[in-house]
């Protein structure tokens, strides 16, 4: 009996190594899972799709990243937005070397601007504010953190006209809650 193991193990072995010798034999290659006659214009629309759409999509690409900084502040509400614009465009001109910087400058607020004008937001702030205030959508604690942060900046320097124009309805606002609230109480 033992004899009779090693030679099933030599005829499993033959069973195995017979197929694997065929596999080993030149046969007709394709080097491709297209047939012969579609390779070239596969090859053709290949060519033009890299020659054509990956340029544009690495223009794209680079545009998107470069306008990152200027799109996080504005929404951070930060107050020389527009000057992060400008150097985000100064960077698209000089190859993306001055956008570390304005990426930078997106997240750090300017520590005497807030002492300068009274606030660390940019104008637009207090213009969407104002829409959401008209809109019902403050309640009366943030309008008057609102009120306050207009007083704090008309005590610094003088307000731009929307921003005075917003202060004025605030003011009549508050008057006409305070006349209606007395007239209640009487």
Known sequence: MKLRQPRSRVRKAGQWLAPAALCLLPTAASASFLPPEMMDSAAMGLAWF??????????????????????IAHKRHHPQRDAIQMLCLLSLV?????????????????????????????????????E??????LSDHEIDVLRDELDM????????????TLQRELATAQAALDSALAEGTA
């Open 94 to 130: 000089f190859g993306g070397l001055l956008w570390p910087i304005a990426w930078l400058w997106a997240y750090v607020k300017p520590i005497g601007h807030q002492l300068a004008y009274g606030t660390e937001k940019h104008e637009d702030y207090f213009l969407e504010m104002r």
């Open 50 to 71: 890299i020659i054509v759409f990956v340029p544009i999509g690495g223009i794209v690409l680079f545009w998107l990243v470069h306008i990152l900084p200027e799109k």
């Open 153 to 164: 900046m008309a005590a610094k320097a003088p307000l731009p006209g929307k921003l005075k």
């Open 132 to 137: 959401k205030w008209r809109a019902g959508e």
